[in-house]
């Protein structure tokens, strides 16, 4: 099969078959493509589109070039959720010991963060000790004991993604629909749950900005994971501000750890039980997803999410003690307090401006190899919706220095809209695709 035929069909406008998607994935794997050959196959998709069998098809081989995790061995229906990425967006560390505390085995594959969108695995490492660089067989040996495991994701785990991803940043061909739902689905049908929940943020500090964008998103990861056997619910959400107060690392296990001890609520716990319940629902532990929220609420009252999480603690090298002693946890010591220069009500903020002056702190990445001052970070004061008064505090920066502090704090005093009078406050839940 000459792979210049390939590029040439696709930039003609023509539909690939399953046997050139495998050729072209197995050429990317093996490296037996050349990058410019690859680069050119990805400006193709990205400017004609791939219809629902060839995304499919891409997806399917994606999963596939590497090893696939097999969860038969734990009991239970295992459930997994993704998010397409936000600021304060620390659901994960609530609804993974949550669903796990009611007999819902979750093992969760997680990646790191880069630019202002936040990982899991740099929050769980900002925890003393905590071990997330784990073998597929101990985890197998923790879900069988526990219900629960959070850990990187594998070296052998969807290997053409890894490159296709590397190239589609530095050729322009990120936004692809059927390129982000093939890797984002790939490495989920790869991870090998059986139920999957999809939290596709939308607005301006989302990588998906308008509804209709995250519709068409959502509708397409959905489907290509029917396809292939899986199922799989989207909650659009919204990112029209930070999901939590808490932006940065250790700030952000804080915060999940107050709203397990039900001293937090909001729009933070709001996404999670939503989540929650329809990771509930996959698995049929409950009937309703109103009934699944009940649950997971239940779970918080009577502590035992919060116990769960001590679990994992254990399981993982965590020091448990943390949930008394938010001091054990790394916190920057330089902070930079942003005020209110009128009064009013809070309108507007720039999400994505407020992740990048979260990132200047520190507390994120410009580039993958760049290390994280896990101390550093932001802890937003007010809400869309609040009224303010002349001198109030908005924010705290916390930082390693007072030059980045201020630098992160100049940043972020421009993404405040404040108005004389309120507004209508965007909905949060946008819509369910299922």
Not at 177 to 205: E, F, R, T, W, Y
């Amino acid at each position: 099969m000459d792979f210049q035929d390939i590029i040439i069909k696709k930039r003609n406008k023509q539909k690939l078959t399953a046997e050139e998607i495998a050729f072209f994935i197995d050429g990317v794997t093996k490296g037996t493509l050349p990058d410019y050959q690859i680069s050119a196959l990805l400006m193709a998709i990205y400017l004609n589109g791939m219809d629902t069998e060839e995304t499919a098809a891409m997806t399917t081989e994606m999963a596939h070039s590497g090893e696939l995790f097999d969860l038969s061995a734990i009991k239970g229906y295992k459930v997994d959720k993704h998010s397409t990425g936000g600021v304060a967006d620390t659901t994960t560390l609530i609804l993974a010991p949550l669903v796990a505390s009611v007999g819902v085995p979750v093992v969760k594959m997680s990646g790191r963060g880069l630019g202002f969108s936040g990982g899991t695995i740099d929050k769980l490492e900002s925890i003393p000790h905590f071990c997330t660089d784990i073998s597929e067989k101990t985890a197998l040996a923790y879900a069988q004991k526990s219900g629960i495991v959070l850990m990187g994701q594998t070296e052998n785990l969807t290997p053409a993604d890894k490159k296709l991803y590397a190239l589609r940043d530095v050729t322009g061909t990120v936004e692809s629909l059927p390129l982000i739902a093939a890797s984002i689905m790939s490495k989920k049908i790869a991870a090998g749950a059986d139920g999957i929940v999809l939290d596709v943020k939308c607005g301006n500090g989302a990588f998906m900005k308008t509804p209709e964008d995250a519709e068409a998103l959502a509708s397409v990861m959905v489907e290509m994971g029917h396809h292939v056997g899986r199922k799989v619910v989207a909650v659009i959400s919204s990112m029209a501000q930070p999901l939590g107060l808490c932006i940065g690392n250790s700030l952000e296990v804080q915060e999940a750890i107050e709203v397990l001890k039900g001293n937090v609520g909001g729009d933070l716990l709001a996404v999670s039980l939503t989540l929650g319940a329809y990771m509930l629902l996959l698995a049929k532990r409950v009937h309703t997803v109103e009934e699944g929220k009940a649950l997971l609420l239940t779970q918080i009252q009577n502590k035992k999410g919060l116990e769960k999480f001590r679990e994992l603690l254990l399981q993982q090298g965590g020091n448990p003690d943390i949930l008394t002693n938010y001091h054990l946890l790394p916190l920057s010591p330089c902070t930079y307090s942003i005020k209110a220069e009128q009064a009013g009500y809070l309108t507007g903020t720039d999400t994505a401006r407020i992740g990048r002056a979260s990132q200047e702190t520190g507390a994120g990445r410009a580039y993958k190899e760049q290390p994280l001052d896990f101390g550093a970070g932001i802890i937003m004061k007010k809400r869309l919706g609040d009224k303010i008064e002349i001198g109030e505090e908005l924010a705290v920066v916390y930082s390693q220095t007072a030059e980045k502090s201020k630098a992160a704090g100049d940043i972020l005093k421009t993404a405040f809209t404040i108005s004389k009078a309120p507004a209508p406050l965007p909905p949060l839940i946008l819509k369910v695709i299922q």
